[in-house]
């Protein structure tokens, strides 16, 4: 049994932003703009026109990531251009293919191999590493020994501690277009599970702490997300080209002035477990 080490920026302490420069527009019908998952954590975003929220979230959502030599996780904080890989992975028949720029593809049935377990933020994740083609392809393409690795349960990739769903309002992404002085924002940057038309900016904040009807699903949202360099990345290329927290932190501040939280966006844990698809309904209670 091989255990790995990897940690991130925690999300603490639990605080809120006010929303009081805002009209929260609680009439407005609000739907699912947009849904992205990532079956290889780190990797392409794929955009599903329908998932099935269970309570740990979706089933080939960060079901896969990869590790370094040392087992330590290898993600985009240290190499954005993992996101120029495009995975698909077919759950139910345990099928994965990688689709590199240059053209090369790489695809088969997953075959599970050696035990390892992998440190995700201080939480200990057990899997195994993926037999075949799979981690000679990732290594070739970043130029380091890496394996790949499929986590014992589904999507266990994603946070347990704080929610698997994640949503983000567009109107939110374009608030930060309009401060940071640009024509848009690319919304794949935040790698959030469900976007959401129809809100005034930051209205998501408004429901922490409330359910919300999802499609079929209902969710309770707990916290929001403290966000990351990798969205200051380039979703096609994985390079630098945004200084996304500066701008945030510009006009939204820290976490209750802690210097440190820059939060966009929100948590929330499946109460509900149903079909969610683009165009449902979105209705805090």
Known sequence: MIYTSARCKRRRPRATHSLSRYNVAVHTPKTVSRLAIAPVKGMALLHPTEIRLERFGVAANRRFHVVDADGRRYGQLRDGTLARIVPAYDAEGERLTLRFPDGDVVDGDVVLGEPVVTDFYGRPVPGRVVDGPWSAAVSRFVGRPLRLVRTDEPAAGVDRDLGPVTMLSDASLEELARRAGRDSVDGRRFRMLISISGCEPHEEDAWLGRRVAVGDAVVL?????????????????????????????????????????????????????????????????
């Open 221 to 285: 949202l707990r916290e929001q997300v403290a966000r990351c360099a990798i969205t200051t990345q380039s979703p096609e290329t994985g390079l630098r080209d945004f200084d996304s927290l500066r701008e945030i932190k510009r006009y939204r501040g820290t976490r209750g002035g802690d210097g440190k939280n820059i939060d966009f966006g929100v948590f929330g844990e499946v109460e509900q477990p149903g079909r969610v698809r683009v165009g449902d309904a979105v209705a805090p209670d």
